[in-house]
C-alpha cells in the first residue's frame, strides 16, 4: 500500500508541475482568453480550430451554450435549433461575463491543453485520497494531507474559472499561482513522507540547518511573490502599448530590489545546500538545488537584459517553483534521516 500511495504522491506531483508549466505558456503566449467560458470552450467539450466554427450559418445545428461571435461581440444559443435562412436574435442572448471576443485557434489550442492537464492531473490527486483511508490508522497524516490537496485542487479549478470570467482579475492570477505552490508542497512532503528511505539515523540532528532551511524557504516564496507583482506590472504596461524593449526601463522600484535580492537568496540557498550536502545523509540533491537556482537566476539576468523574451519566461517561473521543492524535499529528507537529540540522548 505504501509503495502503490507513493507512485500516487510522485505522479500527482509531476502532473501538478506539468499544469504549473502549461499555465506558464499561457501567460507567455497572452492566451489566458483563448477559451472565453469554463469549463467548456466557446461552449463546447472540444474546441473550435476555425472562425468559421464560431460564425452564423443558414442549416447548422447549433446545440444549447454553444458560442458564436457576432457584431464584436459573444452570442449564447438559448436551445438547441438548427438554423433558418435567416439570422434570429431570439435564439440567442449575450455572453455577460467579459465582453472579450476574439478567436485566436492558437491561444485557443494552447488553453485547452493546459485545462487538459488540469483535469487528468485529478486523477491521481482523487486516487491518492481514496487509497489512502485505507492507511489512516497506520499514518493519520497522509489521507489528512491527500484530502486537503483534493480540496485544494478543487478550488484551484474554481480560482480558475473565476480568472476567465473575469477576463484575468489583477491579482487573481497572483493567488491561482500560489495555491498551484501549496499544492506543490503538499504533494512534496506526501512524496517524502511515503518514501522508503534506507538510510539509518546516524547523524544528530542540527538545528541550525532546520532555521538555515526554513529562512531559505520563506525567501523563495518572497521572491516568487516579488516576480508575480512585476509580472502584473508588466500586464498594465502591454496594456498601455508599450513594447517588450520598453518593459524594464518602466517597471517601478520593485524590479530593483526583486533583481538585487536574488543575491540574498543565492547566499542563504548556497549556505543551506552545503550544510544539508555536509551534515546530512542527502548528496544529490543539494547538488540539484544549487543547479535549478542557477538557471532560474541565469533566466532572469536574460529577461533583464534581452527585453523579457517570451521564450523565458516559463522557464525563471518554473525553475523557481522546482527549486522550492527541491529545497523544502531537502529539509523533509534532513529531518527523517536525522536523529534529534532528545532521541539520541540518553540518561546518565
Not at 324 to 329: I, L
Amino acid at each position: 500500500m505504501r509503495k502503490t500511495l507513493h507512485r500516487l504522491s510522485v505522479t500527482s506531483l509531476i502532473l501538478i508541475l506539468l499544469v504549473m508549466l502549461a499555465g506558464s505558456v499561457v501567460r507567455m503566449t497572452g492566451s489566458g482568453m483563448g477559451c472565453p467560458d469554463w469549463p467548456k470552450c466557446f461552449g463546447y467539450m472540444i474546441p473550435p480550430t476555425h472562425i468559421d466554427n464560431l460564425t452564423w450559418s443558414s442549416g447548422r445545428d447549433f446545440e444549447k451554450g454553444n458560442i458564436i461571435v457576432y457584431n464584436e461581440g459573444l452570442l449564447v444559443a438559448k436551445s438547441d435549433f438548427k438554423a433558418g435562412s435567416e439570422f434570429d436574435l431570439s435564439n440567442w442572448e449575450p455572453y455577460t461575463k467579459h465582453d472579450y471576443a476574439i478567436f485566436n485557434p492558437i491561444h485557443t489550442w494552447i488553453e485547452f491543453i493546459n485545462r487538459l492537464i488540469g483535469v487528468l492531473s485529478g486523477l491521481p490527486v482523487l486516487a491518492l485520497f481514496g487509497f489512502s483511508l485505507f492507511y489512516f490508522k497506520r499514518d493519520p497524516l497522509v489521507p489528512l494531507l491527500a484530502f486537503l490537496g483534493l480540496i485544494l485542487l478543487g478550488f484551484e479549478a474554481w480560482l480558475g474559472k473565476l480568472v476567465v470570467d473575469g477576463n484575468l482579475i489583477p491579482h487573481s492570477i497572483t493567488y491561482h499561482l500560489f495555491g498551484a505552490i501549496a499544492l506543490v508542497a503538499i504533494y512534496v512532503f506526501l512524496t517524502a513522507r511515503l518514501a522508503v528511505f534506507t538510510e539509518v539515523k546516524t547523524n544528530q540532528r542540527d538545528r541550525r540547518i532546520i532555521i538555515v532551511g526554513s529562512v531559505a524557504l520563506l525567501l523563495m516564496l518572497f521572491q516568487i511573490w516579488m516576480g508575480t507583482q512585476l509580472r502584473e506590472e508588466v500586464d498594465g504596461l502591454n496594456a498601455l502599448g508599450i513594447s517588450r524593449t520598453g518593459w524594464i526601463e518602466n517597471l517601478s522600484l520593485l524590479f530593483e530590489f526583486h533583481r538585487s535580492f536574488s543575491i540574498v537568496v543565492l547566499a542563504i540557498v548556497t549556505l543551506y545546500a552545503l550544510a544539508v550536502y555536509r551534515k546530512g545523509n542527502l548528496k544529490k540533491w543539494p547538488v540539484v538545488l544549487m543547479i535549478l537556482v542557477a538557471v532560474e537566476i541565469l533566466a532572469g539576468v536574460i529577461m533583464a537584459y534581452a527585453h523579457v523574451p517570451a521564450a523565458v519566461q516559463p522557464v525563471h517561473l518554473m525553475f523557481a517553483v522546482l527549486s522550492f521543492a527541491t529545497a523544502w524535499y531537502c529539509l523533509l529528507f534532513y529531518l527523517k534521516t536525522t536523529a534529534s537529540l532528545k532521541a539520541t540522548s540518553h540518561p546518565r
